[in-house]
């Protein structure tokens, strides 16, 4: 496990921005699919594990929102911020009522920005944006021409 922990850590260190936005998408995804199967659990021994990865969904969401440059990234970076509120609200309301189809409705729209995202990267490398946490700059994801 602690070699684990060691690459993962080496990964984030030695990302450039856009694999880091990627990461966190594909962490968010991941728990999205923990949350999933979680709920095919039987009883009570459900609720703290969809819970769980509810909340880390949630967290991932909350670093792709506060990393938004909503200054230079415009009407994009405004609307992804209304889409990251909405998904974040729709997993609470998952996780209060035990419902799976709001977290596979959350999911659905993950992998299709994380697609987009994905698609950016490969078409103009030069269209960076800055890491979240940030590594430089602002720490916001904003679309650099």
């Known amino acids: 496990m602690a070699e684990l922990n060691q690459y993962q850590k080496a990964a984030v260190n030695t990302a450039t921005a856009m694999e880091l936005v990627l990461m966190v998408y594909d962490e968010c995804i991941r728990s999205?699919?923990?949350a999933e199967?979680?709920?095919?659990?039987?009883g009570p021994e459900r609720i703290e594990p969809i819970g769980n990865h509810l909340r880390h969904a949630q967290d991932a969401i909350t670093e792709l929102s506060v990393s938004l440059d909503l200054e230079r990234g415009g009407e994009i970076a405004e609307n992804l911020n209304r889409l990251y509120d909405f998904m974040r609200n729709h997993l609470?309301?998952?996780n209060l009522k035990k419902e799976l189809q709001p977290v596979q409705d959350v999911k659905e729209m993950m992998v299709d920005l994380r697609?987009?995202?994905s698609q950016v990267a490969e078409q103009a490398p030069m269209l960076a944006p800055e890491p979240p946490g940030g590594n430089r700059g602002n720490g916001r994801i904003t679309l650099a021409g």
């Open 115 to 117: 697609g987009a995202w």
């Open 32 to 34: 999205l699919e923990k």
């Open 37 to 42: 199967e979680a709920f095919k659990l039987e």
């Open 92 to 94: 609470s309301q998952a």
